[in-house]
């Protein structure tokens, strides 16, 4: 499955390629006005983080590891600080939004609060982040920050996967 989301407020252009089967895997490039960046991401069959590997256009290279015990590490480097958290949740990708979606498998109506290993590219800090999902129609999510008074509903597909992010990211290319 081949997905393209352009973005609304930096804009940028992301084109991911995922595939099923032992393993989930997605790999993409996001096109910026600071060039190109690649990353690949796998899952476990039940959408579980497994790893990441980032590459962006001044060759920094970053790389993301949940091991199956839950612990996490950042360029081989253990993250006790990150050990609450399941998913990634990458700051320029709608996709890693799918993954909570997935994996959590919200009835209508239901919130699940969640931590994510947020990714702030172009820093590359890889930080511990609290955040909230709640399921208000078949294809409809809020998304909220538990930190911060951010919030969004995000359209999804019948798949998880994001259509319409408000102000961020839309799967319809930008007029003009």
Request: net charge negative; charged share 25%.
């Given at each position: ?138 294809n409809l999510y809020l998304y909220e920050s538990l930190d911060s008074d951010f919030s969004r509903q995000i ?22």
């Amino acid at each position: 499955m081949s997905y393209t989301w352009y973005g609304v407020q930096m804009r940028s252009i992301e084109c991911l390629h995922f595939t099923m089967g032992g393993k989930l895997r997605a790999r993409s490039t996001i096109t910026d006005h600071n060039g190109r960046c690649d990353y690949e991401v796998t899952l476990d069959d039940q959408w579980v983080f497994r790893e990441l590997t980032l590459q962006c256009p001044d060759d920094r290279r970053l790389e993301v590891q949940r091991g199956t015990d839950g612990t996490w590490s950042v360029n081989s480097e253990p993250r006790p600080d990150l050990a609450g958290a399941i998913d990634i949740d990458l700051a320029f990708s709608p996709f890693t939004n799918t993954l909570p979606i997935r994996r959590l498998n919200l009835t209508i109506g239901s919130r699940a609060e969640i931590t994510t290993a947020y990714i702030d590219v172009p820093s590359f800090r890889v930080l511990p982040d609290p955040q909230a999902y709640t399921r208000i129609a078949v294809n409809l999510y809020l998304y909220e920050s538990l930190d911060s008074d951010f919030s969004r509903q995000i359209t999804v597909d019948a798949d998880g996967f994001v259509i319409d992010y408000p102000g961020l990211y839309s799967r319809n290319p930008p007029p003009g």
